[in-house]
């Protein structure tokens, strides 16, 4: 489901090739993912960070350090596929959680480049699920 803060950052972001500002300016390292709900089986849009690792990108289902998974999660596990806009450019991906070593060694990464991610996982008991996504057009 959209809010209003999803909504606002996504329009920034394609109206201004991939650049937000606020809380986000200057990462270079939004995407806006387009999953299919796991229960509505419609599309839901949302503005992440990412982590770039060589040819693919890591997306980490912190959900801001809540004791839930995001919604997209689910929406990932239950259908890899997505569709993500990175800069102007959109294209199709392939999700697949990492499992660890390489999920933690990945979290660390994102908190060297993040370091508010450091608080969202010590805000929670779960263990937070990173996604490796793959291009596949």
């Known amino acids: 489901m959209m809010n209003a803060f999803n909504d606002q950052v996504i329009a920034e972001f394609r109206a201004n ?3 937000v500002g606020g809380m986000f300016e200057g990462n270079d390292a939004m995407v806006i993912i387009t999953t299919t709900g796991a229960k509505s089986g419609r599309a839901i849009t949302n503005p992440l960070v990412f982590l770039p690792d060589g040819d693919r990108i890591v997306l980490i289902a912190s959900n801001g350090g809540a004791d839930k998974h995001p919604a997209w ?8 596929e997505l569709t ?7 294209y199709s991906g392939k999700a697949e959680l990492v499992a660890d070593p390489e999920r933690t060694a990945l979290y660390d990464r994102m908190v060297e ?5 450091a608080e969202y996982r010590d805000n929670t008991s779960r263990e937070i699920p990173v996604f490796a996504v793959y291009r596949t057009s």
């Open 84 to 90: 993500l806009e990175v800069g102007t450019e959109t």
């Open 73 to 80: 999660y689910y929406n990932l596990v239950a259908d890899p």
């Open 113 to 117: 480049r993040l370091p508010g991610f």
């Open 17 to 19: 090739e991939g650049r």
